[in-house]
């Protein structure tokens, strides 16, 4: 499997744990990493989101368009000789293949969206690396297809935003499509936000088919 950009309509219903080689090989594995380059080199490691960290052989099988991408669902295989041991966290890995997860900032004018699709699903929310993750189930009417995300409100602990299914959406919508998207919280937001028991909320709502669609996910406060 190669390394692409993710065509949003084309990850139908993946569901990536780890597993094992059938013929017998290295153990592969899969996740979401968040890739960190160092400021002073182009060294590359790999962060999962369940708190591992991942040193890749080939950094350059992450390149697309030769720049690296923030987040990553990623499959990989540990380098001969590692094995995964309790309360070791780092590892060297060597990169099998993947997917790109876009990123979004905040659309800073959600006036001039012009469409405001229904979704079908809202699913897996969750909070790692900075970054919260989600994904988004939909129908779709070709293969372009866009959301936004946008601050709606804050609400003492909690940051409301709004999933907004701008692009491909609508009545002749018939395909089903399925994909995750991360958006890192402004730095900004926190000086508006209380914290509570050090944590915020956030919470994701979108327009479902039948009724509004939300995910709350808790957050650390700061970074």
């Known amino acids: 499997m190669k390394f692409v950009a993710l065509a949003l309509t084309l990850l139908m219903g993946i569901s990536f744990t780890s597993c094992l080689n059938s013929d017998g090989g ?3 594995y899969s996740g979401f990493v968040t890739v960190s380059q160092g400021y002073l080199s182009d060294n590359i490691v790999l962060l999962t989101d369940d708190g591992l ?12 368009d030769k720049k690296y991408p923030e987040r990553v669902l990623l499959n990989y295989e540990l380098v001969a000789g590692e094995e995964l041991v309790s309360g ?4 060297n890995v060597t990169i099998l293949g993947g997917f790109v997860i876009p990123v979004k900032t905040f659309n800073q004018r959600p006036d001039t969206l012009k469409n405001d699709y229904k979704i079908s699903q809202l ?7 900075r970054y919260v993750t989600f994904n ?5 009417s070709n293969s372009i297809v866009d959301f936004d995300i946008y601050q709606q ?3 003492h602990d909690t940051l409301y ?7 491909g959406g609508g009545d002749a919508a018939y395909g ?9 919280i402004p730095s900004s937001v926190y000086g508006q936000i209380e914290p509570k028991n050090d944590s915020i909320w956030v919470k994701i709502l979108a327009k479902g088919t039948y009724e509004t669609l939300q995910k709350s996910v808790r957050v650390k406060y700061g970074y």
């Open 26 to 28: 290295n153990a592969s």
């Open 53 to 64: 960290t991942l040193t890749p052989t080939n950094p350059s099988m992450l390149l697309v």
């Open 88 to 91: 070791k966290t780092k590892y």
């Open 123 to 129: 699913t897996a929310a969750w909070y790692a690396n």
């Open 136 to 140: 988004i189930g939909f129908t779709h």
């Open 153 to 155: 409100k804050i609400g």
């Open 161 to 167: 935003v709004k999933l907004n299914y701008s692009k």
């Open 176 to 184: 089903d499509g399925n994909t995750f998207y991360s958006f890192r």
